[in-house]
Every structure is written in C-alpha cells, then in structure tokens.
C-alpha cells in the first residue's frame, strides 16, 4: 500500500518496523497536498517544521524510543491555537477577524499529540467560529467533499473530514459543538468520535459556546480514532471543565472483549437503543436503509436492538439556537478590534471602531447568531428563554438517562439527508439548523457520540450510522465501532481520484 493509503494504526506500525520513515511519509504527504490544493481542506502548512519533526520522530524511532503515535502526521481544525514560534500556522478560526493572527501558544490538543510525536502538517478549513453545517461559512471559502465536489462536506470541522477522506493525512483533529465531528465525519465516510463533555480540554481552543464545545479526532477507523483520543485526553488544570479522570487507554478498551463474547459474536450481550424519534416519517429513504442494514450488521455480530424514545428530541434545535448562541455573545465580545484581531482602517472614536471592525471581521452566520444570542441575554428575555432553554436542557439529559436502563448504547442517522449540494441552502440558515435534529442532543446532554460509516445512499454519497454513550463510556462506543468495521469495510473506501 502507498503511503497516503495507511491508516493511523498500520502507519504506526510501519514506523516502528522501519518499512517506511516519516520523514518520507511527510514529504509524500505533503505533495499531495500541494496537487491537490482546489480540495479547499488546508488552510495553512509548514513544510519546514512539519519535516523537522518527522526528522526527530525517526531519530526517536531508530533509538527504539516513541509510541504508537510517533511519526504520524496529523492535522489541525483551524479552531485550535498553535506557538506560530514553533510552526509558521496562523490560528484563523476560519474568520476574517484573525486573519494571519500568531498565536503564541499551543492548544493543550496540539501540545498532547505533539509530546505523543505526530507531525504537524497544517491548520484545516471551518466554518467562522465553528458555526455550520457545511462549511460554507468559512471566511476563506468552503472545503470540498471528495466523493463529489458539487456537495459539502458537512461542518464545522469540515475540512478535517475532507482531508482524511481523500486521505490527504490519516487523521486529524476536530471539534463538536452540536454535531460538528459527527455530521462532516458522515458526510466524508470517515469515523468521527465526540468524547463526554471535559474528556479533552478546551485549553486554546477558540470559543464558541463553551458549555457544549469538545475537541475528537476523525480518522479512518475506530481503531486509529482511540489512538488519538487516548493521546489527546486528559485532566488539565487549566480548564476549569476537564474532568478529573485519570488518564484512559481507549485503544485498550476498545480491544476488551465482552463477557460472553466470541469471535463470531463479538457484541453479544450489548443492547443497541433504536429512539422512534430518530427514524421519522421525514427520513430520507437512502439513509434509513443504510443505517437499517448496518443495524442488522450489529444484529449478526450479537447485538440486540431494543426500542426507546427520547421524547424531547424535536426540542433540541430550539434549546441549542438559543444556548450555543448566548454562549458565542459573551464569548466573541472579546474581539473588539482592540488587543487583538481585524481593526478597521478607518473610525471616527472607540465607538466607531468597534462597530467597524466588528462589522468587516464577522461573517454574516456569526453576526446572526451574535444578534440572537444577545437579544436571548437581554433584560426582560432572559428568563422567557434562556432560562427556559437550560431547563429543557436537563431534561433531554434525563431523557437519555431514562433510556439507558434500557440499553447500552443508543444508535441512529446522522443526519436525515447524505451531504447537500454547495450553496443549496444559503439562502435557508433554518434548513442547515433542521439539519442538526439528530446530533444536538448528545451535545446538550454532553454525551459521547460518534458517527461509523454505514454505507452510501443516494448519488453514492457517504451515510454514517451514529452511535451515542453513557457518560465516560467511549470505551464502549469504540469496541462497537470497531466490531462493526472488523466485519464491513465501509471505512476502507476512498472516493475515486484520490
């Protein structure tokens, strides 16, 4: 196999036997990068740092030294700050705001892969801020989803997905706010993990709405996506919401055999919750009989299929476009044209200025959800909807509580429809917000979830199957995950021309 063909796992593998170095994988890379530009994935790269650590990673490896990790390249949304003293990357969050800002520090994300020893290819393509659906509202212009590129490749991390689906880099890291990693991660066929909400920090991680951002990976398979979560996770003391757990081997408990199991049954004895709510009437019929078919993969590998419901799952838009809104207010006040960010050229007072600058740096996604959200803080409509919206919160938290004394893990769509054509819904934010219905809920809740390829539906676009958890209990997503992709091989395909 080529290079650019290995996954996470088997590139770290080749490493370690020395069939190949990084040094030579980062160069391979890093041309295909370079002719495969108009993918839109990359916003940035380093060539000169990206080989130096490639150079150091082999000189770990030739010493016997290194993990798992070591000399594999990987790639980072342009949501995470990155030391530009370190790697010439600028940290944009896909907005004109920071456009060419230097960050003078890592994200934690970036400095854990970083000490595990992956090399550092680039910064990656979002949507501004991390709000959208795909990744059309990027400043730079939008990424392209590889298996055609008329249609988008979901968002926000939406250029992380592309990059691994056209298997520019084997792996890269995202973020999810409402469904950022699951639903590009669909769209591209690639698999995506949102860990329970404090897993990862959020440490350099540019805000969006603070109370349901996480950082996962997007890799090739659930194998090669424990790797990096395994790498990535951790208690820091520098965000105030990282859990304090000690630190987990999700690889590990992704190869932990059930009690029970077999090699032909390797699921037997889980419980897989169908919630009514996530198969609808107004389901597309190419993804309901995707995900029914990998369903029944489950089913053959001993899984049992048990009926739900999550009542309030209709409610979900709502509490999160007033939510995550509220939260991006607050948190995108601080660029102001002031310390840091896009300043307008010309003003007439402080005032001015920080109309001007606010006015030419956002985009019109961004300042929608600004005015929202202000207007849900302010004085007389506070408690007639945020503190609604809270509420309800805890209440779609108690609904998946309910049901997981039924089950052990919860599985549907992704999203209702494959991946939409570019610019289909430009003129209709609220089709791209519907679009959301089936991961919001996890991210209010603070569940992990993750998104499997589950085959294709109509005009042979990716479908992806979700798969939701219990608290903590991404160990159990990922044996799932990894049960299923031992015996299909949805995961393997890449989109012709690449």
Known sequence: ????????????????????????????????????????????????????????????LSKGAGGALTGVPVAHKDIFVTDFAKSALPSTAGSKMLEGYASPFDATVVARLGAAGMVTLGKLNCDEFAMGSANENSAYGPALNPWNAERVPGGSSGGSAAAVAARLLPAATGTDTGGSIRQPAAFCGVTGIKPTYGVCSRYGMIAFASSLDQAGPLAQSAEDCALLLSAMSGFDPRDATSAERPPQDFHAQMLSARPGASAAQPLAGLRIGLPKEFFPAALAADVAAAVRATLAELEKLGATLVDVSLPRTELSIPVYYIIAPAEASSNLSRFDGVKFGHRAAQYADLLDMYKKSRAEGFGPEVKRRIMIGTYVLSHGYYDAYYLQAQKLRRMIADDFQACFQHCDVIAGPVAPTVAWKLGEQGDDPLQAYLADIFTLPASLAGLPGMSVPAGFGAAGMPVGLQLIGNYFDEGRLLHTAHALQQATDFHTRVPAGF
């Open 1 to 60: 196999m080529k290079a650019h063909e290995l996954g996470v796992a088997a590139l770290g593998r080749a490493l370690h036997a020395k069939t190949v170095s990084s040094t030579e994988v980062t160069q391979h890379l890093l041309a295909r990068l370079s002719s495969h530009q108009r993918q839109g994935a990359f916003l940035a790269t380093d060539a000169e740092a990206a080989l130096a650590a490639a150079r150091a990673a082999d000189a770990a």
